[in-house]
């Protein structure tokens, strides 16, 4: 019904910079915030941002906050998020993800649809 397509990531040096895309098609008309998440080995995939689609707030998880910065662009159904200052424990595979609702950064289990993930690898 909705097809993600994350593009962007690469591998980049400690205190480096990338910036993450994210499409979305299909019946788009049913997603209310868009977001990325992201899932380092052995662990829990956790949320990163998100963001309500055509304006509104804009959440962060803690260990990013300062440094990642979330945008959309509501009529090319398209969610960014520029990564800055990034550091070691950043590496993960990162998921854009969309919502019918959301309202600050759900669990993982409440995310409606997924991307295929993009590599995000940090080196110190």
């Known amino acids: 019904q909705v097809q993600l397509v994350e593009s962007g990531g690469g591998s980049v040096a400690a205190g480096g910079s990338l910036r993450l895309s994210c499409a979305a098609s299909g019946d788009t008309e049913s997603i209310n915030s868009m977001g990325w998440f992201r899932q380092a080995p052995g662990m829990e995939r956790e949320g990163v941002a998100i963001i309500y689609m055509g304006g509104g707030r804009i959440f962060y998880a803690d260990s990013v906050k300062g440094r990642f910065t979330i945008s959309e662009d509501n009529a090319k159904n398209t969610v960014f998020l520029q990564m800055d200052r990034l550091k070691p424990e950043d590496t993960a595979m990162y998921y854009c993800?969309?919502?019918?609702?959301?309202?600050?950064?759900?669990?993982?289990?409440?995310?409606?649809?997924w991307g295929k993930g993009t590599l995000v690898t940090i080196s110190s």
């Open positions: 993800a969309a919502i019918f609702y959301a309202w600050g950064i759900p669990p993982a289990e409440n995310v409606d649809y």
